[in-house]
T-cell receptor
């Protein structure tokens, strides 16, 4: 059974204080690992898809990396508007469909 | 380009009733998935439809059902509502091979339908 664990559950940062969020996964074969951002009361907003170990993707202050067992979302010099819940999900390669298994998320709070 | 549209956004139902939620995918997307999000269980996969056929199903009771129409729009139905069905129901759409390295496609979510069962 596919499993995704995110840590920490919650993270409080001062504006400008860089940090990393972790996503550990167990999957029989990985087709893709997805990162989403979710604001309160809204649907998840797509950030990145990573496909193979060693891959990195960047978007503004965010950089996602992938190994064979985990993914990291690095946040450089965060701003208060980066406050949100960050969700990680895996898509198995042994399934032809678009079914995602999500982790519990990391709730990020950035104080000014 | 319009995103994934879900209706209604908010609804309140009574235990024992049934509810139908609607989802219009992004134009050109033929795969539609449904998820349930609760504070205790997080985001859980309900089912996926592709070309009007259920392609995947999660571990939910038979009270949860869905369908997809020829224009790719989808509905999900929950019968005999229970208090524990109160949740945010999210619809996601994608091209058929989302997550495939060669396709580069991805999976987009709507804003969700908030269901409260009283």
């Amino acid at each position: 059974e596919d499993q995704v664990t995110q840590s920490p559950e919650a993270l409080r940062l001062q504006e400008g204080e860089s940090s990393s969020l972790n996503c550990s996964y167990t999957v029989s074969g990985l087709r893709g690992l997805f990162w989403y951002r979710q604001d309160p009361g809204k649907g998840p907003e797509f950030l990145f898809t990573l496909y193979s170990a060693g891959e990195e993707k960047e978007k503004e202050r965010l950089k996602a990396t992938l190994t064979k067992k985990e993914s990291f979302l690095h946040i450089t010099a965060p701003k208060p508007e980066d406050s949100a819940t960050y969700l990680c999900a895996v898509q198995p390669s042994n399934n032809a469909g678009n079914m995602l298994t999500f982790g519990g998320g990391t709730r990020l709070m950035v104080k000014p | 380009k319009a995103g994934v549209t879900q209706t209604p956004r908010y609804l309140i139902k009574t235990r024992g009733q049934q509810v139908t939620l609607s989802c219009s995918p992004i134009s050109g997307h033929r795969s539609v998935s449904w998820y349930q999000q609760t504070p205790g269980q997080g985001l859980q996969f309900l089912f996926e439809y592709f070309s009007e056929t259920q392609r995947n199903k999660g571990n939910f009771p038979g009270r949860f059902s869905g369908r997809q129409f020829s224009n790719s729009r989808s509905e999900m139905n929950v019968s005999t509502l229970e208090l524990g069905d109160s949740a945010l129901y999210l619809c996601a759409s994608s091209l058929p091979s989302a997550g495939d390295l060669h396709s580069g496609n991805t999976i987009y979510f709507g804003e969700g339908s908030w269901l409260t069962v009283v």
